[in-house]
């Protein structure tokens, strides 16, 4: 149910807007924001002793590269740090977020401290909601009181017309009630901004979680109903009514689950756009809701609507005909205290925390709140915090060499796609065309964002953190009719990320995620930069626009057909190579990798390698072939993209991953496409019989 609307509106509309995100987004980045993200005061691991090579010391020699490469280049470094007791996740990226840490809350403390700041200037805010954040104290005195209008808003339901009224209340406080809703760019019309709408409201983190019969998925939907047992009581229901609301509840997402599309159905832009009036979405689907009416409210006059799932807004409309007005109640009330849970008092947070945390991530323990509060802090106020961090972190000569490397690996992707022996000249023309019009942004935005409509204040945590939620719809809606401003970053430069946008073309690729922990930027050789930002982010990126799904958009980002019949055909044709690939890999008994679901980040990740290779090996350094710390440049290569993929779960992390994520567990996005390598198979004598060898046949030839 929560999003991460307020930190990242680009992405938090994935579903909706297919947005690509992700270069190296390890899982647990994904969907319940602030009860799982995590991390804890352990001494900070640096990467790899500082003067010991960047690679070498992370190897662990005793595994054979052609069996399981990412344990060879990795193992070393994940036996010498396991993952953290408060954490469900630990590798590379936690650990680029510990050092970022530890500069914010000396922004924030120094902040807090400046008792003149002005009234509505950085220092005020940051330091206020810092400052309402740490005060645990106050959050369990105050209980549930700040969230008291809208409970009480709810409790006057009496009627579907009324749960709706709540319902489009709760939008703007970051809650999906019922449904999902946007504002971002018309998929075919890519310079218009229009509304979206589309399948949500669930509390589980994906459709599968409420049918899958594996047995750790089935404990989690038993721990959910008890979960939802326990907030009721929290919310002063007696223990019989508790019960019988979470049963009812549970029962109301089951069904509302099931008239969801299946995450690899939501890959389609074609069948996710469908355009129309709203007075005819009121009348083909939901009778209920009278979506002008409703829409106008938010002032968005809007001739269209793009609904992603028709057939989900007539499962919902029969659902709200049919379910009791009490159970209406029930789901909106204990979807709003989860929500804000982590910014309420102590009880109700580790509730929250036992559910999202435990049990769905399998944290052990809580993390520090001071982290936590940076972490919603960064959500709320992110670009301000982002405008600091990049003095400090991104010098003007970082910028200046990723800048060029994405121009490398541009002419690197047009070489290749002149080499294409499936691809007819005509496609490989908008391909060219494509490819020449992919905007980059690197590090962080021209033009920082204006937060001065935001209001944050010291009266509580909770109400900051809706406050916060407020003004990023507003901000959101407001863009209705406006054009649009292809300058904005969907994402923070300090976020360990990246992203393409198909509707902008472009590709995003924020200051953070060029950081190797422990090494300056200067102090790496090509090798690795090539394998770990190259190929791991920027070619990654890049492909996205040739993926499965982002093939289907055109130069100007607009949802149109460019490849003739018979390329989109040989397209598919060896996509689905790929889908087998992945379909057979099993992470977790029972669990399989979803093929289908995940073939646009696998593609990405093939293409990444493929390009990031081709312009590596036009470097002073892989053609001197010397050797550094006993490996050739091209196996340093390899190593830097594993660099990327330093990463490790827990099971029930790795669980939601396969179940929710569109991307493959991280061992397999490093053996997965490494094992399509002729390249690989040389630089580290793979042969026939070792685990990632694959037959010719087998093996994938897309770009
Ligand atoms: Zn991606």
């Given at each position: 149910m929560r999003k991460t609307i307020?930190?990242a509106p680009l992405l938090a509309t994935c579903v909706l807007a297919g947005v690509s995100g992700c ?7 994904a969907a ?144 999906d009630?019922?449904f999902d809703f946007g504002?971002f760019?018309?998929e ?8 979206h709408v589309g399948q949500g409201g669930l509390?589980?983190p994906e459709r599968d ?48 689950a099931?008239?969801s599309r299946k995450l690899e159905d939501l890959r389609d832009p074609?069948k996710n756009y469908n ?31 793009i609904v992603g799932q028709?057939?989900f ?189 198909p ?46 799904e ?47 679901a995940?073939?646009g ?59 929710s994520d569109v ?41």
């Amino acid at each position: 149910m929560r999003k991460t609307i307020v930190f990242a509106p680009l992405l938090a509309t994935c579903v909706l807007a297919g947005v690509s995100g992700c270069g190296r987004a390890p899982q647990d980045t994904a969907a319940h924001d602030s009860a799982t993200v995590s991390t804890t005061a352990v001494a900070k691991p640096a990467l790899a002793p500082a003067k010991d090579d960047v690679v070498r010391a992370n190897v662990d020699a005793s595994v054979n590269p052609g069996d399981d490469f990412f344990t060879y280049a990795n193992g070393a470094w994940l036996k010498n740090n396991p993952i953290p007791a408060s954490e469900a996740s630990w590798g590379i990226g936690k650990i680029v977020r510990e050092d970022l840490y530890t500069s914010l809350r000396k922004i924030s403390e120094s902040s807090a401290a400046q008792k003149d700041a002005a009234s509505g200037s950085d220092e005020q805010k940051i330091g206020d909601f810092w400052s309402t954040a740490m005060d645990e104290a106050r959050a369990d005195q105050l209980g549930l009181a700040p969230l008291k209008t809208e409970l009480e808003r709810i409790d006057a339901i009496t009627d579907v017309p009324g749960a709706l009224d709540a319902a489009f209340a709760l939008q703007p406080l970051g809650l999906d009630a019922f449904f999902d809703f946007g504002v971002f760019q018309d998929e075919k019309a890519s310079d218009v901004m229009a509304v979206h709408v589309g399948q949500g409201g669930l509390g589980l983190p994906e459709r599968d979680y409420y049918f899958n019969t594996e047995e750790g998925v089935a404990k989690a939907r038993t721990a959910y109903v008890t979960h939802l047992h326990n907030m009721f009581k929290l919310l002063g229901a007696d223990e019989v009514a508790a019960g019988a609301s979470a049963t009812q509840v549970m029962a109301f997402e089951t069904a509302l689950a099931k008239v969801s599309r299946k995450l690899e159905d939501l890959r389609d832009p074609q069948k996710n756009y469908n355009k129309m009036a709203p007075d005819e979405l009121t009348k083909k689907y939901t009778p209920s809701i009278a979506w002008s009416e409703r829409l106008n409210a938010w002032k968005l006059a809007a001739p269209y609507v793009i609904v992603g799932q028709p057939e989900f807004f007539g499962g919902l409309e029969a659902l709200l005909r049919q379910t009791p007005v009490p159970v209406l109640r029930d789901y909106l009330r204990v979807h709003l205290v989860d929500t804000y849970a982590p910014f309420l008092s102590k009880d109700i947070d580790a509730e929250n925390f036992d559910f999202y945390g435990r049990v769905l991530s399998g944290q052990k323990e809580q993390r520090p709140r001071w982290k936590r509060a940076l972490d919603s802090e960064n959500r709320a106020l992110g670009m301000i915090l982002g405008r600091i961090f990049v003095k400090e972190y991104f010098p003007e000569s970082a910028k200046q060499r990723y800048n060029t490397l994405v121009e490398a690996i541009r002419s690197a992707y047009g070489e290749r796609i002149d080499r294409l022996d499936w691809m007819s000249a005509a496609t490989k023309a908008k391909a060219h065309e494509k490819l020449a019009a992919v905007t980059k942004k690197v590090g962080y935005p021209d033009k920082w964002k204006d937060y001065s409509a935001l209001t944050i204040g010291r009266n509580s945590y909770a109400e900051n953190a809706m406050s916060a939620r407020r003004w990023a719809f507003n901000d959101r809606v407001s863009k209705f009719g406006k054009p649009v401003d292809r300058t904005e970053w969907g994402m923070t430069p300090q976020t360990y990320n990246a992203y393409y946008n198909p509707s902008n073309n472009e590709i995003v690729l924020p200051a953070a995620q060029f950081s190797i922990p422990g090494f300056k930027d200067a102090d790496v050789d090509d090798a690795v930069v090539y394998g770990y930002a190259a190929a791991g982010t920027i070619g990654h990126e890049i492909t996205h626009g040739f993926d499965d799904e982002g093939r289907q958009f055109d130069a100007a980002g607009n949802l149109t057909d460019w490849w003739t019949k018979d390329d989109a055909d040989k397209f598919q044709q060896r996509a689905e190579v790929m889908v087998k690939q992945f379909d057979a890999y099993e992470p977790l008994p029972g669990l399989h990798i979803n093929g289908k679901a995940s073939l646009g980040e696998n593609i990405a990740d093939f293409g990444g390698l493929l390009i990031g290779l081709d312009a590596f090996k036009k470097t002073e350094q892989y053609k001197k072939g010397e050797k550094i710390a006993g490996y050739t440049p091209l196996q340093r290569y390899f190593f830097g993209y594993a660099l990327g993929w330093i990463f490790e779960e827990r099971e029930a992390m790795l669980r939601q991953g396969l179940l929710s994520d569109v991307h493959a567990p991280a061992k397999w996005r490093v053996n997965g496409p490494l094992s399509n390598m002729p390249e690989f198979y040389e630089a580290f004598d793979v042969k026939q019989g070792q685990a990632l060898w694959r037959a010719e046949a087998e093996r994938v030839h897309i770009w």
